[in-house]
C-alpha cells in the first residue's frame, strides 16, 4: 500500500499517487503530496525528511543540495539591511534551484516505470529534467521558447533531450507541451504542476533551518513564477513547525518582474492581465499564467509576505552589483529577487535589523550579461 495521497489544494478531493493525474478530477486545481501512512524518509541536512517515493535505496541523485550560505555585506549595507545571507542555489548539479524538484519527480517516475515524459521550460527546468532523464533512461521532450537563452537550449541538448523550440511565450510553451502529451499518451513532467517536484525543493528549507541553529532569518525572498522553489520551502518550514524543529515560520516573500507580474497584482489587488504581459530579463520568472498563482497568493497571506514587482533596469543592474560588489554571477532571474528587496526595504516590510536570506537560483553562465561589462 502507497503512504502517499494526492490532495486537491482547493476542494479537498484525494487522488491515488500517480504522474497521470495531473489536475484535482473534480476541479481541476493543482494537487499536493499527502503522507497517509508511515513510509520511507531521506537524511537531509540532520533531519529526517519524509518522500514520496518507496525505496529511497533506488532513487536518482546527481547530488543535489547542500547548497552553500555567503553573507552579502556590501549589498546588504547598500540596503540598509543588517545581515542579508544568499544561499547558492546555482552550485546544484545543473546550475539551477530546480534539481532538488527534479531529483524526487524523476525517482517516483523511474518507481512507476514510465519511460518517456515531457516537460515545459523556459531554460532551467528542461534541462535540469533532462539531466537526470538521462541518468535514469527515461527519453525526455523539453519544450522551451525558441527565444530561450542559447546556453540553456544547448545544455538541454548535452543531456540528449530532445527540443522543441517554441515560437511566442513562455506561456506558448507551456500550451504546445501539453497538446504534445496529450496527443501522444505521454506522462507530463511539469514542474509546475507535478505535486513530487515540491517534495524535492521543501529540502531547502531543512537546510535553512540546519545552517540557522532552528531559528532561520525573519525574511526568505524568492523569485517566482510558477513558485517552484517558493511553495517548496513552505511545504518544508511547515513540516519542521509542525514538528517542533523551528520556533516560528520566517515569512516569505515573492519577487516578480514588473513585465510579468500575475501573483503580485493579485496579491496587492492591483489590476494586471494576462494581455499586460511584457517580455523580461528574467527569463526564468516570464510566466503570465501561473498553474499554482492561487496558491501561491494563498501561502503568501500564510507566512505573512508580501510580493512586490521590479523594473528591468533594477534586475540589470542588481545582477552588476552582485558581480562587481560581492562576487557573484547570478542570472538574472535571480538578480530580481535581491532588487526585490530594496522595495521590500522601501515598503518598511524588512526593517533594518532584520535578518534576510534569498536564493541565488541559477548560474549566470546559463543566460545573457544583462549590463555593460565594459563599464
Ligand atoms: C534561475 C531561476 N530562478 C527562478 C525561477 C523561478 O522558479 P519558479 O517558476 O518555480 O517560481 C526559475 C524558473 O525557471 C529559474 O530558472
Ligand atoms: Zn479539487
Known amino acids: 500500500m502507497s503512504h502517499v495521497s494526492l490532495r486537491c489544494e482547493s476542494c479537498g478531493a484525494a487522488h491515488p499517487s500517480n504522474m497521470d493525474i495531473l489536475g484535482c478530477h473534480g476541479c481541476g486545481c493543482p494537487l499536493d503530496v499527502e503522507y497517509t501512512a508511515a513510509g520511507p524518509s531521506v537524511p537531509i541536512a540532520g533531519y529526517d525528511v519524509r518522500m514520496p517515493f518507496h525505496e529511497p535505496a533506488a532513487t536518482l541523485s546527481l547530488g543535489e543540495g547542500n547548497t552553500p550560505v555567503v553573507e552579502l555585506s556590501k549589498i546588504g549595507e547598500a540596503l540598509g539591511i543588517k545581515r542579508l545571507d544568499v544561499k547558492l542555489e546555482f552550485m546544484n548539479p545543473t546550475g539551477s534551484y530546480k534539481d532538488r524538484g527534479t531529483a524526487v519527480m524523476l525517482s517516483v517516475a523511474r518507481e512507476l516505470g514510465i519511460r518517456e515524459i515531457v516537460e515545459d521550460s523556459s531554460g532551467n527546468a528542461g534541462a535540469s529534467v533532462s539531466a537526470y532523464a538521462a541518468r535514469s533512461g527515461i527519453k525526455a521532450h523539453i519544450f522551451a521558447p525558441a ?218 553562465l546559463k543566460d545573457e550579461v544583462r549590463f555593460d561589462v565594459e563599464g
Not at 196 to 220: C, L, Q
Request: neutral net charge; charged residues 20%; hydrophobic residues 45%.
Open 147 to 364: 527565444s530561450a537563452p542559447a546556453a540553456k537550449l544547448k545544455q538541454i541538448r548535452v543531456y540528449g533531450a530532445e527540443v522543441h523550440a517554441i515560437e511566442g511565450s513562455r506561456d506558448d510553451t507551456t500550451d504546445a507541451a501539453i497538446a504534445f502529451y496529450k496527443r501522444n499518451g505521454l506522462v507530463y513532467a511539469s514542474h509546475a504542476w507535478s505535486p513530487f517536484f515540491f517534495e524535492g525543493t521543501k529540502t531547502f528549507a531543512f537546510e535553512v533551518a540546519r545552517r540557522y541553529g532552528g531559528e532561520p532569518p525573519s525574511h526568505v525572498v524568492f523569485p517566482v513564477g510558477n513558485g517552484g522553489l517558493f511553495l517548496g520551502a513552505w511545504r518544508g518550514f511547515s513540516e519542521l513547525l509542525d514538528d517542533g524543529r523551528i520556533g516560528r515560520m520566517p515569512r516569505l516573500h515573492a519577487v516578480q518582474a514588473a513585465n510579468a507580474m500575475p501573483i503580485t497584482a493579485r496579491s496587492r489587488g492591483g489590476g494586471w492581465s494576462q494581455a499586460d504581459a511584457q517580455p523580461t530579463i528574467a527569463g526564468g520568472i516570464s510566466v503570465a499564467a501561473p498553474a499554482r498563482g492561487g496558491q501561491v497568493v494563498d501561502v503568501l497571506r500564510r507566512a505573512n509576505g508580501t510580493a512586490v514587482a521590479v523594473a528591468e533596469t533594477e534586475i540589470a543592474s542588481m545582477q552588476k552589483a552582485l558581480a562587481r560588489d560581492e562576487g557573484i554571477f547570478a542570472e538574472p532571474t535571480s538578480a530580481a529577487a535581491l532588487a526585490g528587496i530594496h522595495h521590500l526595504a522601501a515598503e518598511g516590510v524588512i526593517a533594518p535589523g532584520d535578518s534576510v536570506l534569498a536564493p541565488i537560483t541559477g548560474f549566470g
